[in-house]
């Protein structure tokens, strides 16, 4: 399509029946195309939008994952350390409970030695305890006798002096 003045100048009515459907063709053609371009750069600029708001996005996800990571870290040396000073406790009071009972068996057998002790000590006072009253119940005797002889004696001298 001629559109400068520079030319002879176009019967309109030939141009309108030969060439103008031509035109209307080719307007029709370059306008579907402009259409199709513009969309490409509406969806250029969108893509662009959207890689920057990807980006954004990106880069706070990245942020937060960094600070759950570090957090991890953070919960999981702390959880270490309870594990260990957990272990340290359950090993102190294995310790402990070995130590308590290594006391108690020492315990147990020194109570048992002093019942044996005592029970020993126990039946030779009783023993020394019936020979005492045995002997008591001699000396008791003896001593009657020698009172009794102590008479007899008194008496004989007595009648020896008479």
Same mark, same amino acid.
């Given at each position: ?29 370059? =306008? ?18 959207? =890689? ?16 759950? &990571? ?26 402990? &409970? ?6 108690? /068996? ?10 044996? /002790? ?18 008591? &119940? ?25």
């Amino acid at each position: 399509m001629q559109v400068s003045n520079d030319t002879n100048s176009v019967d309109p009515i030939e141009y309108i029946t030969k060439q103008l459907s031509k035109d209307l063709v080719q307007l029709i053609q370059v =306008r579907d195309e402009l259409a199709i371009r513009q969309g490409a750069l509406s969806a250029a600029k969108d893509a662009i939008t959207d =890689r920057a708001k990807a980006a954004d996005e990106l880069a706070s996800a990245k942020d937060q994952a960094a600070a759950m &990571v570090a957090s991890a870290k953070e919960k999981e040396d702390a959880a270490k350390a309870q594990l260990a000073d957990l272990k340290n406790r359950e090993k102190a009071l294995a310790d402990s &409970v070995k130590a308590f009972e290594a006391c108690s /068996t020492e315990r147990e057998k020194a109570v048992e030695v002093r019942e044996a /002790t005592s029970d020993t000590r126990e039946m030779h006072q009783q023993q020394a305890q019936e020979n005492l009253d045995s002997k008591e &119940v001699k000396l008791i005797a003896d001593q009657a006798a020698l009172d009794a002889r102590i008479k007899t004696f008194q008496a004989k001298v007595a009648a020896l002096n008479a």
